[in-house]
Every structure is written in C-alpha cells, then in structure tokens.
C-alpha cells in the first residue's frame, strides 16, 4: 500500500438539490490531533488530494470535484496559503476570525484572481459579518443553530446579496425536504445515512435471489455447480455480477464467462464480497454517494482487520458493506436481519455494534467523520490515513464497473 501523509483527512459530501455531490469538504487533523487549518506547502499532499480525494466516478467516468478548504484569517494575511489550483478549492473562512479591513482587501484579492469565497459560523445578529457578504460566494448557514423556522426571514433578508446558499447539519430527510423548499442550493449532513424506515417492508425479487446466494455460499457444502444454479434465475443480476469480477479493479488476463469459471478463479469468499455488493446496491433511485460510502466503509473495515492481524477479514468487509443497508432499503436494520442469512456476530455488529466486528466498525464510522481525537488507535494514525485513501480509490473503481454494468 502507498505512504501515509503527515495529516490525517477525511472528505464529507456537499449535495446538490439533486442529492448529487457537488463537492467535498476536506476534514484535517496532523499526527499530534491538532487541527490542521491549511495545506502545507507540500506537494505530495496536493498530488495525493487531487488524485486521491477529489475524484468520484459519475455514469462510468471519472470527475474531480472541488474541495472547501477551511482558512483563518492568519493564514490569509500571513500568506501562508500555498499556490492551490483556484478550480479545485473553494476557500472557506471561519465565523471567529478577526474581520479587519485587511483581511477584506485580502478577500477582494482572492477573488479578483478567481478563488470562489465561503463563510462558516454565519451569525445574522453579528454586524461583523455584513461587510463580507458583498465579497464571498457561498454563505454556510447551520440550520440547527440558526433554527428551520427562523430561515425564512432571513433568507428573504439574505436575497439582494445572490449568494449560493449551503445548508449545513442537515440530519433527517424531513429537514432536506424543507430546506429544498426554502431553495438552498447546497446541503451538507448525515441526512442521507438516515432510512425512511417502512415496517413491513420486503426485499425485491432479485435481492432474494441474492440472499439465496448468499445463503448456499455460506454453507460448507456449496460448489461452484449449485452456486451457478441459483445465480441462473436472474440472468440479467448474473450478467452484471460478471461485469464487476472483469472490471479492471481485478486486473484478470482473461475475460471469466460464468460464475463457476469466478468461483474457479477468485474462489467462494471473493464471489460472496460480490453478491453482498449488489445486495447493498439501491434498485430504488437512492443517491450514488450511498453506494460510494458503503463500498469505502466495507474496504476500510476489510484493510484495519488486515493490519491489525484479524481473522476473516472478509466478515470485516460484509460488516461495513452493509452497515446502512437499512438506508438502502428503507428498512429496519432488525427486520433485514430476520430476511439475510449472515452469521452470528455479524448481525451482532449491525445491530449493536458489539464485538470485535462492532469495534472495527465504530472506529471506520469515527474516522469517517472527521473525530480523529476518538479513534481508539488500533494503528499508528498515518496507517488510518492510508486505508481511507485506498477505500476512496477502490471504491471508486468498483462503481465505475458498478455503472458500467447498468448501462447493458
């Protein structure tokens, strides 16, 4: 695997009104868990964002998004700001910083040489921030902080500065639909980790398909013959289950034409991280970036095991993979359990988040915040780091084959 940075960092999804990710933001710590405020001069860390934590894969091709870099005010008056691409980063400036006329020129600067401006913390009561409005682009306005009912006023107070407005803390679904109505453009949150749970609720026909897969590959009597034969009454899963094994995440000399010539190849254990793939995938128009986080929760969950000498690294793979299958399926995690045949501390680990497959998973959900201070540090920190980057980039290969597949 590559080399670890010297920081530690973690993207969070901004959405469009379309749930679609516009960019990300970029979560900082350093080695010693102090908040890291910019980039360093350093280009291997540019390289690595820009090859590593920009990209996502949209309908088989590969975009880079932008990121928004949160700055002070020192940093921008010290110069200390390295020479970033102005197309890749969005500056974000904090609500405690010291709003001088200095610093306001120094905005004027920026954008002037073509840096789009964001302000954080925005509190409507503080006249500081007035001045501001005039200059940056995006205003972040933290809808729990602010209050949903008080938006509207001032919304209609924000109108005459025509700034692309960023909902921030969006936590339900419910509070999503509000805020599209009251015409944010942006939204950032765990609005989208949050199932609209619908009791009684059963699976599609080809997920049972799929759980019958899954069901014969656990069993220590299974063959490549009676795999094949359950995977035959959905042709058309079989098909794209065949498309992501020949994708060039797998790096195969010949193309595999069945799933007995797979099982012969790669074995029952890889087969089952694809049918738990496509169990996890949404048949229901759910955003993309819900498959791109369970795919990036599953591999890191597989890569800590590995490196911390667990057994069965693949029960850490299946756990992470489908830890917001209840998102997917806008079904309760406990009634999921009752339909998909899984062992014992897997369903314990899903449900509680208990055991060593629990703890795994924890840790996974805790870096992918950002709450670098609470990991429990299983490894040295830059191994974290490393495993994040490599999840990002695996998962996005996956799903270039994942569209590729659906477009057949």
């Not at 110069?79 to 904090?94: G, H, Y």
């Not at 500065?161 to 015409?183: H, N, P, S, W």
């Not at 055991?355 to 040295?380: H, I, N, P, Q, W």
Request: with cysteine; glycine share 6%.
């Amino acid at each position: 695997m590559s080399q670890g940075l010297p920081v530690l960092m973690a993207r969070q999804p901004i959405f469009t009104k379309s749930q679609d990710v516009a960019a990300f933001e970029l979560l900082f710590r350093d080695e010693q868990g102090n908040f890291v405020q910019g980039l360093k001069d350093d280009e291997v860390t540019l390289e690595v964002l820009l090859s590593s934590y920009a990209g996502i894969s949209v309908d088989g091709d590969i975009q880079n998004l932008p990121f928004f870099l949160k700055v002070t005010d020192k940093i921008l008056l010290g110069d200390q700001l390295p020479d970033l691409p102005r197309q890749s980063f969005v500056l974000e400036l904090l609500g405690h910083s010291e709003i001088t006329p200095a610093l306001i020129e120094k905005l004027k600067e920026l954008a002037k040489k073509g840096f789009r401006l964001a302000l954080a913390d925005y509190d409507p009561s503080d006249a500081r921030f007035e001045p501001l409005l005039n200059i940056i682009h995006v205003l972040k306005l933290d809808i729990q902080l602010l209050g949903l009912d008080r938006l509207p006023t001032l919304l209609q107070k924000l109108r005459p500065y025509q700034l692309e407005l960023l909902a921030d803390k969006v936590e339900t679904q419910d509070e999503f639909r509000q805020c599209l109505e009251m015409g944010f453009a942006l939204y950032m949150g765990y609005f989208l980790s949050r199932p609209k749970l619908i009791r009684g609720k059963k699976l599609s026909g080809n997920k049972v398909v799929l759980i019958q897969l899954l069901a014969e590959l656990q069993k220590t009597s299974a063959t490549a013959a009676s795999v094949e034969e359950i995977a035959l009454k959905d042709p058309a899963l079989t098909y794209k289950i065949l498309r992501v094994v020949n994708s060039a995440a797998f790096n195969l000399r010949r193309e595999i034409s069945s799933l007995s010539h797979a099982i012969a190849m790669l074995g029952m254990e890889q087969i089952k991280r694809w049918v738990m793939l496509f169990l996890a995938k949404s048949d229901e128009g759910k955003p993309d970036e819900l498959t791109r986080n369970m795919l990036v929760r599953g591999r890191m969950c597989e890569l800590l095991a590995e490196m911390t000498g667990r057994a069965e690294p693949m029960n850490y793979f299946i756990t992470g993979l489908l830890s917001q299958l209840d998102v997917m399926m806008d079904m309760p995690m406990d009634d999921l359990m009752q339909q998909v045949p899984l062992l014992a501390e897997i369903k314990e680990a899903l449900l509680k988040r208990e055991g060593a497959l629990g703890e795994v998973l924890t840790e996974v959900e805790t870096y992918e915040r950002g709450d670098f201070g609470s990991l429990k540090k299983m490894l040295e920190l830059p191994y974290y780091e490393v495993a994040y980057r490599h999840s990002l980039n695996w998962s996005q290969s996956i799903m270039q084959a994942l569209q590729d597949s659906g477009k057949r």
